[in-house]
């Protein structure tokens, strides 16, 4: 894992925290990209770049976990990547994601059933944690 924090931004007063469980990764394999966003429209983002914070976790069996701190009261969503390969992109095949990705409030992704800001994004107010299982395809 070659970097960890990209956004490191704080305003004062923030007393906001986001907890992320991964669960449901096939392997041990590279490490899990957590893509927070706080601006509709900013979903989907194949290529990570329009995030508000992003951060990479190691894996322990099967799951990895972070925490997203000294974040305002708001709506965000979560992104994340099983990066087995550690490129920090998502490995495609010919249209699907071969390596597991995940979304917050979503358990299946499909044709009919595509992620965006509204769908996925939840209020955070104080601590809260959510769990997201990984999807392979």
Known sequence: MGWHVVDTFQIKGDTCSLTVNVTGLRNNKGFVMFALYNTDGSLPDEHYKNFYRLQSAEIA??????TFK?????KYAVN????????QKIKKGVILPKEGIGF????????????????ASFVVEGQ?????EIIYF
Do not use: W
Request: charged fraction near 30%; hydrophobic fraction near 25%; avoid cysteine.
């Open 128 to 132: 809260k944690d959510i769990e997201i």
């Open 80 to 87: 994340v990547l099983h990066d087995e390969d550690e490129n």
């Open 70 to 74: 000294n974040l305002s009261a708001g």
């Open 61 to 66: 069996n099967h799951s990895s976990k972070f």
């Open 104 to 119: 917050s409030n979503f358990e299946k992704i499909g044709p009919l059933n595509k992620p965006n800001y509204e769908k």
